[in-house]
């Protein structure tokens, strides 16, 4: 006797499959949007790679075999399913996220209308289209030559002119993958307008700063000696004020930057220079060592590069107690070079490590604001080393003592002797 056909049960199985890593990815993403595209795009995959999807046609045509009341509840299931498909897959063609499924060799499967406008992509010629091809010469293209390992944040969107998308590539299924990119354009303009901002009241406030703090110092404390303290206290403020606005200006030059003049940076005269302005600073409190273990320059600004190099060791005098050692290093390494300064300070709990680099960022600020620190110092040395190819690496342990490294490329590092061209 023939056997009734069945709905296959990989599709319920798929679709719970589809259903679970739909949420899995808009988790990993953040938002409800970023969730709702990871859902709709999954459905609408496990759907078109279902056995479901290959199988309902030639089910059909079996009906005969089939009990008229499980053939009317089948086609009314079967019917309900594909409205809601239907639903769905409309609803990923509108959503403002742009979404594209690739194959196995990133070939172009389908992508949704926010797509076409933010990555220029055009239907139905692009369909099967490598990805990478169909992006050429753009920063989208490059990544994904790189592997695309890690999200691409802040990249010029290839279908306009002016704007700005974060990308992510993320896998699914049988070496699969899904592209999702997000309109960050108005993000963009927002921060320009912010480092503006920042930039012209910077400058703005350098001017009668600086007459603040001339007529402060012309008050002299012996001839009003009960206002001595408040004229201190007054001239300590003014000075970090001006402090203040100073980082502000040269972090906002950094963040609008980008390139630096190739010149040889004499390393042995530079790390002298940031030994003694941190025994300046320290007064004698702290044992400074200075360990050159090797004679190479570097490539880059002078000038940038002392103010990274100052910013590392003035906050490991500032926040190392008296009696305390902190240690300056420079040495070659087998892709390059390292400068590092170690301290026996208080050292640094894990969960604020990945925020130090943040302007303004305090792990406490009672300890901040008496140390007499602007809080942009890091965010100084990160961005300096962003122009110099370079990045920041920080090992800390509480009660113990930090330790923050340079890492250079060796393409930056020069051997002593040679020439600024060779």
């Given amino acids: 006797m023939t056997q009734p056909a069945r709905l296959p049960w990989k599709w319920p199985a798929a679709l719970a499959g589809g259903l679970l890593a739909g949420a899995a990815l808009g988790w990993l993403i953040g938002g409800q949007v970023a969730a709702g595209v990871a859902v709709v795009a999954i459905i609408e995959i496990v759907f078109l790679l279902s056995p479901f999807g290959h199988q309902a046609r030639p089910m059909l045509t079996t009906s005969a075999a089939i009990s008229p009341l499980q053939h009317d509840r089948f086609m009314t299931r079967s019917r309900r399913l594909a409205s809601n498909l239907r639903d769905l897959r409309n609803a990923a063609s509108q959503l403002p996220d742009a979404v594209v499924l690739l194959d196995r060799q990133q070939q172009i499967r389908w992508f949704n209308h926010a797509a076409e406008s933010l990555l220029g992509l055009q239907r139905p010629q692009d369909r099967g289209a490598l990805l990478q091809q169909r992006l050429a010469g753009s920063a989208l293209s490059e990544w994904l030559r790189n592997g695309a390992q890690e999200p691409l944040n802040d990249a010029g969107a290839p279908g306009q002119a002016d704007g ?138 002078p000038k940038d590069l002392h103010s990274a190099l100052s910013n590392l060791v003035s906050n490991a005098v500032r926040y190392t107690p008296s009696g305390g050692t902190i240690t300056i290093r420079w040495q070659r390494t087998a892709d390059g070079a390292v400068y590092s ?82």
């Fill in 341 to 422: 300064v170690s301290d026996t300070g208080f050292g640094i709990p894990a969960n604020h490590l990945a925020r130090l680099t943040e302007r303004f960022y305090r792990i406490s600020s009672s300890r901040s604001r008496d140390s007499g620190g602007t809080g942009l110092g890091l965010s100084i040395v990160k961005h300096v080393l962003q122009l110099h190819q370079a990045h920041l690496q920080i090992a800390s342990e509480p009660g113990a003592g930090s330790t923050f490294s340079c890492h250079f490329g060796a393409a930056r590092v020069l051997a002593p002797g040679k020439r600024d061209t060779d």
């Fill in 164 to 301: 700005h998308i974060n990308v992510s590539l993320l896998p699914f299924g049988d070496h699969e993958q899904l592209l999702l990119a997000r309109d960050i354009s108005h993000l963009s303009r927002l921060e320009q307008v912010r480092r503006d901002f920042v930039a012209n009241v910077s400058h703005e406030l350098r001017t009668p700063l600086t007459v603040i703090h001339g007529y402060l110092e012309l008050l002299d404390p012996d001839d009003v000696p009960e206002l001595a303290p408040v004229l201190g206290e007054m001239r300590a403020q003014s000075k970090r004020m001006g402090q203040i606005v100073e980082d502000l200006l040269t972090l906002s030059r950094l963040e609008t930057q980008h390139e630096v003049a190739d010149e040889r940076v004499l390393m042995a005269g530079l790390l002298a220079t940031v030994r003694k302005e941190a025994e300046a600073l320290s007064q004698g409190r702290h044992k400074i060592i200075l360990e050159q273990a090797c004679d190479a320059d570097l490539l880059g600004s």
